[in-house]
Nanobody
Framework: QVQLVESGGGLVQAGGSLRLSCAAS????????MGWYRQAPGKQRELVAT???????NYADSVKGRFTISRANAENTVYLQMNSLKPEDTAVYYC???????????????WGQGTQVTVSS
C-alpha cells in the first residue's frame, strides 16, 4: 500500500554535503507532516527535522543552520539538504510521514527503512 523510500545517503568527509530524498508511493489520499529522524549506534532515535504540508518546519538544535528540510507536495517527496556535516551526524536516517491512504478515514504514521549517512573526520 503506502511505502516510503529514502535515497541519497552515503559516505562524506566532514564539512561536506549530502541531500536525502524520501518519496511516498502507493494509494495516497493526502499527506500531512513529513520528517527525518536519525539513530546512531547506542543512541535513541531522535528528531532531525519535520515539515508540515503548509511548509512550517521544525529542527533539532544540533542541526539548525546546517540542515534544510523541504518538500514537493505534488510528488509526495520530502528532502533533507545537509551541509557542513560533522562526524556526530553519522547515523541511519529515517523518513517519516503522516499519510491518509485512499479509502481510509484517518491518518497513519509510516517509516522508511532508513539510509546510512557516514561522516568521516
Amino acid at each position: 500500500q503506502v511505502q516510503l523510500v529514502e535515497s541519497g545517503g552515503g559516505l562524506v568527509q566532514a564539512g561536506g554535503s549530502l541531500r536525502l530524498s524520501c518519496a511516498a508511493s502507493g494509494s495516497i489520499f493526502s499527506i500531512n507532516a513529513m520528517g527525518w529522524y536519525r539513530q546512531a549506534p547506542g543512541k535513541q532515535r531522535e528528531l532531525v527535522a519535520t515539515i508540515r504540508s503548509g511548509g512550517e518546519t521544525n529542527y533539532a538544535d544540533s542541526v539548525k543552520g546546517r540542515f534544510t528540510i523541504s518538500r514537493a507536495n505534488a510528488e509526495n517527496t520530502v528532502y533533507l539538504q545537509m551541509n557542513s556535516l560533522k562526524p556526530e551526524d553519522t547515523a541511519v536516517y529515517y523518513c517519516n510521514a503522516d499519510v491518509k491512504p485512499a479509502r481510509y478515514s484517518n491518518y497513519y504514521n509510516y517509516w522508511g527503512q532508513g539510509t546510512q549517512v557516514t561522516v568521516s573526520s
